[in-house]
């Protein structure tokens, strides 16, 4: 599985992959996308995971939170509280450049996460291209020093519903679907399924986000 931050990210990575009314904050299941979150607006992520079938406890528990800076600017910070990790804290951040300004034109974003003491940080540079049905999203990143590319691709089902599916190169990373809703205008869940390169044992992570404005209420 991948480092924290690149969850969604991957302010992860919290997301706002589709919309707004679709605040997939960041990312898909895993992959950064482009997107960036409203100047002002802010999420907050509950994130478990696990593996499939069977285990009696979760063994990954992430809590993180994105806020947009400026139109072109979000920054985030993670918690992980899992067992046995080295590092608690981590902080990222993205940057979208000027770019797409004719419609239908591709947004790229450059950005980095795992930023903390004593961990090598992993930046990445993201295309996003609206397509008719869907959008398609590429990039590539450093994870642990390691070059990786990576694919995915979501679409809206309904007012409140989106799919998405995404792929990271690297026998130590995964091929994911997930499903996307907004619960409330406020609340919103995601659950995935994550599926090894290397083969072995599905995953699953849910991730319950909390989003809103940071800044007072205009009179």
């Not at 285990?55 to 046995?84: K, N, P, R």
């Not at 000027?98 to 795992?114: K, L, Y």
């Not at 090598?120 to 540079?125: E, T, V």
């Amino acid at each position: 599985m991948l480092p924290p931050r690149a969850r969604l990210t991957l302010l992860a990575s919290l997301l706002f992959a589709l919309t707004q009314a679709f605040a997939a904050y960041s990312g898909l299941v895993i992959i950064p996308t482009a997107d960036i979150m409203p100047a002002g607006e802010y999420a907050v992520v509950a994130q478990a995971d696990g593996a499939l079938p069977g285990h009696d406890h979760l063994d990954t528990c992430l809590l993180y939170a994105t806020a947009g800076v400026t139109d072109w600017l979000e920054i985030g910070a993670d918690y992980d509280f899992s067992d046995d990790v080295e590092t608690r804290g981590y902080l990222d951040a993205k940057l979208l450049l000027p770019t797409a300004e004719e419609d239908g034109a591709p947004h790229i974003a450059v950005g980095v996460f795992n930023i903390a003491r004593d961990t090598d940080a992993s930046p990445y540079i993201v295309v996003t291209r609206d397509f008719p049905l869907l959008r398609a999203h590429a990039g590539a990143m450093l994870l642990d020093s390691s070059p990786q590319a990576f694919f995915g691709i979501d679409t809206i089902l309904c007012d409140r519903c989106a799919v998405m599916a995404d792929y990271t190169t690297g026998v130590d990373n995964f091929a994911t679907v997930g499903v996307y809703t907004d619960l409330t205008d406020r609340l919103n869940l995601l659950v995935g399924a994550l599926f090894p390169n290397a083969g072995g044992e599905t995953r699953f992570t849910v991730q319950l986000g909390c989003c809103g404005s940071y800044r007072p209420a205009k009179e």
